[in-house]
């Protein structure tokens, strides 16, 4: 079974940049679709992003678009998310998480397997 490790979460000033990391073990990591989400505290989960196995396909949640990139590298089994511009809404718990069926997802319900978690702060 896949597992995840996040890193590269921090405190950072608002309109700064931070690049998130998730390692994944398995040799099956090309064969599914990944996605970010993140949670605020008394809030609930919510989709920051997905990219698709080969890296073609990306969606992301309208809050973050043009701030935000995903990518993945198969060959190291990573995928990232690129943040930049970030604001004090952006302060969260960020995960990433694998789609085992089908493609890309903006559901969490079609997740189900997460990482850890890695906390980013954005300061005002």
């Known amino acids: 079974q896949v597992q995840l490790v996040e890193s590269g979460g921090g405190l950072v000033q608002a309109g700064g940049s931070l690049r998130l990391s998730c390692a994944a073990s398995?040799?099956?990591?090309?064969?599914?679709?990944m996605g970010w989400f993140r949670q605020a505290p008394g809030k609930e989960r919510e989709f920051v992003a997905t990219?698709?196995?080969?890296?073609?396909?990306?969606y992301y949640a309208d809050s973050v678009k043009g701030r935000f990139t995903i990518s993945r590298d198969n060959a190291k089994n990573m995928v990232y998310l690129q943040m930049n511009s970030l604001k004090p809404e952006d302060t969260a718990v960020y995960y990433c998480?694998?789609?085992?069926?089908?493609?890309?997802?903006?559901?969490?319900?079609?997740?189900?397997?997460w990482g850890q978690g890695t906390q980013v702060t954005v300061s005002s």
């Open positions: 998480a694998i789609a085992p069926y089908g493609g890309t997802s903006i559901n969490v319900k079609d997740y189900n397997t």
């Open positions: 398995g040799r099956t990591f090309s064969s599914y679709a």
């Open positions: 990219i698709s196995r080969t890296g073609v396909t990306k």
